[in-house]
């Protein structure tokens, strides 16, 4: 069985704040991806990044930057001086090598940035 | 280009009437899928479509739910007999294979009176 827990529920933070969504994931697949998708107040999810079980380099894009542990099954995401358009609920989520393609979900993490 | 297509936007419907959710993939994409979105589901996997392969029913809740796909294309969700535990928001998301990222759309409000 796969499960992607995102203890936080709500973060409020204050603009140009740096904040960190947390994601642990539980997998037996020794293969597997994991994404964060970002679902702004217009509904639609928008993809952010994957990354693979075999890569643990750390990524950054801008604002953003990803830290993936496979020693604690974590996958966190960093926003660096948040800004207003950044409100949206965030996803973490997994797919194993034997799940073909289903992505489980965490249960996202509401972010709110107050100008 | 033109992402993930699904109709209608919001659906009303009276309680034992039949649905049916419209989604157009990303034009190559070959793999489709259906999510369902509620408040106290989260996000939950519904069924998954590879190329010509069977599709992979294993998230559907129940037999009044089913979905198909057209030429490799148009993917159709039907729910019969709707109950008021299936209003939620329906998401279609296609990829180019397994694995890749999902590109969602905007998805279908569905909410059964």
């Known amino acids: 069985a796969q499960k992607v827990t995102q203890a936080q529920t709500e973060i409020s933070v204050v603009e140009k704040e740096d904040v960190t969504l947390d994601c642990v994931y539980e997998?037996?697949?020794?293969?597997?991806?994991l994404f964060w998708y970002k679902q702004p107040p217009s509904g639609e999810l928008v993809f952010l990044i994957r990354?693979?079980?075999?890569?643990?380099q750390n990524e950054i894009s801008g604002r953003y930057s990803w830290n993936f542990q496979k020693s604690t099954s974590s996958f966190n995401f960093t926003i660096t001086a948040s800004q207003v358009v950044d409100s949206a609920v965030y996803f973490c989520?997994?797919?194993?090598?034997?799940?073909?393609?289903?992505?489980?979900f965490g249960q996202g993490t509401i972010l709110t940035v107050h100008p | 280009g033109a992402g993930v297509s699904q109709s209608p936007s919001n659906k009303v419907t009276e309680k034992g009437k039949d649905v049916e959710l419209r989604c157009d993939p990303i034009?190559?994409?070959?793999?489709l899928y259906w999510y369902r979105q509620s408040l106290g589901q989260g996000l939950e996997f519904l069924i998954y479509?590879?190329?010509?392969?069977?599709?992979?029913k294993s998230g559907l809740p129940s037999d009044r739910f089913s979905a198909e796909r057209t030429g490799g294309s148009v993917s159709t969700l039907t729910i019969q007999r709707t109950q008021q535990e299936d209003s939620a928001v329906y998401l279609c998301?296609?990829?180019?294979?397994?694995?890749?990222?999902?590109?969602f759309g905007n998805g279908t409000r569905l909410t059964v009176t």
């Open positions: 998301a296609s990829s180019l294979g397994i694995n890749s990222p999902l590109h």
């Open positions: 997998t037996r697949d020794t293969t597997y991806y």
């Open positions: 990354r693979n079980s075999f890569d643990e």
């Open positions: 989520a997994l797919i194993g090598g034997t799940s073909y393609g289903k992505l489980t």
């Open positions: 034009s190559g994409h070959t793999a």
């Open positions: 479509f590879q190329g010509n392969s069977a599709p992979d």
